[in-house]
């Protein structure tokens, strides 16, 4: 067994813990610490409202003091008309666009690994990077003008190839309102969702594609063959963050590029909450709402883990 050593440093225990220099890193790791506390620990207590008749004139005091409703507000939140429409909304968009997203990612991905030539990876990275760094504000604002009947340039170059006559109001047709929320979504973080991948495919020990080589292994053969069944592990945990953000939408997205006339199929859990809560002041009830979808994201996270584990071994826990 390892024994307990002092330097001159500091106090090194077993297995070469240094004191000192923990005391170090921790110091360095407080101010995000406090952050934690601040804006993720503390609030939980407000998880109270979702069991209360809570009012906003109460103050923050209210949290604690007022009156159990016990799960009237949950009750209200089931028997609301815009219950099922956004458990549709939010499951639809999810799923169609993780079964997309994810896929075109790891292709890209492996299709950025292939350039050979040192800039141009650097600027098919950096173009495709960019976006990610633009706000919804900011990027949804360029969506919906590109996609206006008046003067778009989806419309404009539509109508000079003659594939439509008169211009078509795209956020104005519930039909389209998926398909914009995916694609744009999947162009926005295309070039981010690759680093992950990016990074485990460079730590493929690069005697296997030596190998497969000299066997009369093309390009495509070591990609499917060699580098996807290396990254697994890591496809495996990105899915489970997929699966267990299934009920969590982008909320700035779907807010910038919601309206009166899409919102039969653009309203979600997310922005149910902000309706509720922020514009009609029903905090239990949004409360109520933003518990329940946690509780289910935890137990898909729980499902989803399990899952992995049993067919390929790997899982987060």
Known sequence: MAKRKTTKKGKKYAFGYDARTQLQLHAMLLPGTLLIIAFHIIPLFGILIAFTDYKPVMGWTGIFTAPFNHFRNFKQVFRSSQFWPMIRNTLGINLIGQAITLPVTILFAFLVNEI?????????????????????????????????????LINVLLQKSGLIGEPIAFMAKEEYFWTIAIVSGLLKELGWGTIIYLAAIA????????????????????????????????????????????????????????????????????????????????????????????VFAL?????????????????LF
């Open 116 to 152: 050979a030539g040192k800039r141009f990876k650097s600027l098919v990275q950096t173009t495709t990077y960019m976006p990610h760094f633009l706000s919804w504000a900011v990027y949804g604002g360029l969506v919906v003008t590109m996609l206006s009947p008046d003067g778009g």
């Open 203 to 294: 730590g493929v020990d690069p005697e296997l594609y030596e190998a497969a080589a000299i066997d009369g292994a093309n390009r495509f053969h070591r990609m499917f063959h060699i580098t996807f069944p290396c990254i697994l592990p890591t496809v495996m945990i990105m899915i489970i963050f997929a699966v267990a953000g299934m009920l969590n939408n982008n909320f700035t997205q779907i807010y910038v590029l919601q309206n009166s006339l899409n919102r039969s199929v653009s309203q979600v859990i997310d922005t149910y909450v902000y309706q509720i809560g922020m514009q009609q002041f029903q905090f239990g009830v949004a409360t109520a709402a933003s518990l329940m979808k946690s």
């Open 299 to 315: 137990a898909l996270l729980g499902m989803a883990n399990f899952t992995s584990k049993k067919i390929t071994d790997t899982g």
